[in-house]
């Protein structure tokens, strides 16, 4: 029986999703809460090795089919052995994307099909949701702004290089997976400090804490 909480941390490149788990990482850590945190693609060895394959290629080497089935082949991993096994041991899980990002990403950045990739969401995670999802959401111009800022424009991943348009379909992917799922997903405003952004976080994953 599974006795540990996922929450999974989405939104757009640039939104500064990584950081806000970073932050919540170091306030658990102070209260003695016990947690995982991971990330996919790279959560795992052969994750690490789809991150590189994916990411890291040039512009135009990876086929579509190929990226999105390569996302479930590392999520089917990652599941079962990270996941699931730190759940079953009552732990808190605190992952850097989960399905909702192929959703977002394949599903409204490439227009695959979404049946075809709910099936494929499903196949790879055996049915796991998260018990919670915080999409943080900014305006793609800011996002992209960050990115630049932070020194990834010198050695941008294939994502990073996708026209505008397609990071404004991720974006709108994202806010309609809140919208169908209002009882899982919740909106954390990013375009305020960090400080506000995490003191937010705390107060949106404090009943899960209380759990």
């Known amino acids: 029986m599974m006795g540990g909480k996922l929450i999974t941390f989405e939104g757009i490149d ?27 693609p790279g959560g795992t060895l052969l994750g690490r090795t789809v991150r590189g394959a994916i990411l890291d290629s ?19 991993q990652h599941v079962r052995r990270v996941v699931l096994p730190a759940l079953v041991a009552n732990r808190l899980v605190l992952s850097d994307r989960f399905y909702d990002a192929t959703t977002a990403f394949q599903g409204y950045g490439r227009c695959f099909d979404l049946a075809l990739v709910d099936h494929l969401n ?16 900014l305006d793609v111009s800011t996002a992209l702004d960050r990115v630049t800022q932070r020194g990834r424009q010198a050695h941008p991943d ?4 996708e026209p505008i348009e397609f990071h404004e379909r991720v974006r709108k992917g994202y806010l309609e997976i809140a919208a169908h ?3 899982r997903v919740r909106v954390i405003p990013a375009d305020g400090s960090e400080a506000t952004i995490h003191q937010l976080v705390i107060e949106t994953i404090q009943p899960l804490l209380d759990e």
């Open 122 to 137: 499903e196949l790879a995670t055996g049915g796991l949701k998260p018990d919670l999802t915080l999409v943080f959401d």
């Open 58 to 76: 040039d512009p135009g080497t990876v086929e579509p089919l190929a990226e999105l089935l390569l996302y479930a082949a590392d999520r089917a």
């Open 158 to 161: 294939r994502l990073d290089l």
């Open 14 to 40: 640039g939104c500064g999703k990584t950081s806000q788990l970073r932050l919540l990482a170091g306030y658990l850590t102070e209260r003695g809460i016990p947690f995982v945190a991971t990330r996919e």
């Open 181 to 183: 799922e209002d009882g």
